[in-house]
């Protein structure tokens, strides 16, 4: 290695003239305009192809693949173009190419997690665990798919956090955004209530919603009512889910929970909540 830095060192030295700092201006700005060209045909050529599918679960997959063909291209770019200025300047790559041969036993111990997170980040993009877009959990994280690499996935909280997450260390992952979603209810009402007829009421309001114009092309199915699911001291749980499009969960709850408190009230069904009962002791009772 050392007999490698004197030639790079002797050669840079020796070589270096305007002609040569001229050349090598104009391959960067070649190089500049290579790589946003390149962009720009891989995302005009993945956008074709977006724009002809329409289910959106496809469209985040294809999403992904343009932002990972983007970044191995663009590598390959600028490895290329690295190698060739420094060749310029007489720095041979054929004798650091072949020290990959000492630099193997460092390929295998430290460049190990490298290798792993690439296989492991192939892995996961084609069998579409991840994609772009995608609101997940993975080891202790959860938040929304920013960025996937071959080597990390991006994750942004919704508090905006972001966690950078490598590939090689991810254990488990759980898409709450793969193909289509369920919100929870476990609606409490109190003990005194008629539970077939606050089941009559919530499998309405279920209709409503999905009859709404705003809210119909988001809720995929009825609403299911399991029944009484839980006793608790001061009421009783039913549950309930519905089935919505992807990343659509929250915003369908919500609504739904508004309806239901608006409804119960008209219908006298009670939610229950804790209260606390003060009795005063009249004088000369003991407290």
Same mark, same amino acid.
């Given at each position: 290695?050392?007999?490698? #830095?004197?030639? !790079? =060192? $002797?050669?840079?030295?020796?070589?270096? *003239?305007?002609?040569? /700092?001229?050349? &090598?201006?104009?391959?960067?700005?070649?190089?500049?305009?290579?790589?946003?060209?390149?962009?720009?045909?891989?995302?005009?050529?993945?956008?074709?192809?977006?724009?002809?599918?329409?289910?959106?679960?496809?469209?985040?997959?294809?999403?992904?693949?343009?932002?990972?063909?983007?970044?191995?291209?663009?590598?390959?770019?600028?490895?290329?173009?690295?190698?060739?200025?420094?060749?310029?300047?007489?720095?041979?790559?054929?004798?650091?190419?072949?020290?990959?041969?000492?630099?193997?036993?460092?390929?295998?111990?430290?460049?190990?997690?490298?290798?792993?997170?690439?296989?492991?980040? #192939?892995?996961? !993009? =084609? $069998?579409?665990?991840?994609?772009?877009? *995608?609101?997940?959990? /993975?080891?202790? &994280?959860?938040?929304?798919?920013?960025?996937?690499?071959?080597?990390?996935?991006?994750?942004?909280?919704?508090?905006?956090?972001?966690?950078?997450?490598?590939?090689?260390?991810?254990?488990?992952?759980?898409?709450?955004?793969?193909?289509?979603?369920?919100?929870?209810?476990?609606?409490?009402?109190?003990?005194?209530?008629?539970?077939?007829?606050?089941?009559?009421?919530?499998?309405?309001?279920?209709?409503?919603?999905?009859?709404?114009?705003?809210?119909?092309?988001?809720?995929?199915?009825?609403?299911?009512?399991?029944?009484?699911?839980?006793?608790?001291?001061?009421?009783?749980?039913?549950?309930?889910? !519905?089935? $919505?499009?992807?990343?659509?969960?929250?915003?369908?709850?919500?609504?739904?929970?508004?309806?239901?408190?608006?409804?119960?009230?008209?219908?006298?069904?009670?939610?229950?909540?804790?209260?606390?009962?003060?009795?005063?002791?009249?004088?000369?009772?003991?407290?």
């Amino acid at each position: 290695m050392d007999a490698i #830095l004197k030639q !790079i =060192l $002797t050669n840079s030295t020796n070589k270096i *003239d305007l002609m040569l /700092i001229g050349k &090598s201006i104009l391959e960067f700005i070649i190089f500049i305009i290579v790589l946003r060209l390149v962009n720009k045909g891989l995302y005009l050529f993945f956008d074709k192809i977006i724009s002809k599918v329409k289910d959106n679960e496809t469209r985040k997959h294809y999403h992904t693949l343009r932002q990972l063909g983007v970044y191995i291209v663009d590598a390959l770019i600028i490895l290329f173009f690295v190698t060739n200025i420094l060749e310029n300047f007489g720095i041979n790559m054929k004798p650091i190419l072949a020290t990959a041969g000492v630099l193997g036993v460092a390929v295998g111990f430290g460049a190990k997690k490298i290798v792993e997170d690439i296989f492991t980040g #192939l892995s996961i !993009i =084609l $069998t579409g665990q991840v994609r772009v877009g *995608d609101y997940v959990t /993975i080891n202790n &994280s959860t938040g929304t798919v920013e960025k996937f690499t071959l080597t990390m996935i991006i994750l942004r909280t919704f508090n905006g956090d972001v966690h950078y997450l490598r590939n090689g260390q991810i254990d488990t992952i759980v898409n709450q955004t793969k193909d289509f979603s369920y919100p929870l209810f476990n609606i409490s009402v109190a003990y005194k209530t008629n539970i077939t007829h606050a089941m009559h009421v919530l499998r309405e309001l279920g209709r409503e919603l999905r009859e709404d114009p705003t809210y119909s092309k988001y809720v995929l199915s009825d609403i299911e009512v399991f029944g009484l699911n839980e006793f608790q001291d001061s009421a009783i749980i039913i549950q309930a889910r !519905i089935k $919505t499009t992807p990343q659509e969960q929250w915003m369908v709850k919500r609504k739904f929970n508004q309806m239901v408190k608006e409804r119960f009230e008209k219908e006298g069904i009670e939610i229950p909540f804790n209260q606390l009962v003060v009795h005063k002791a009249e004088e000369g009772q003991e407290v």
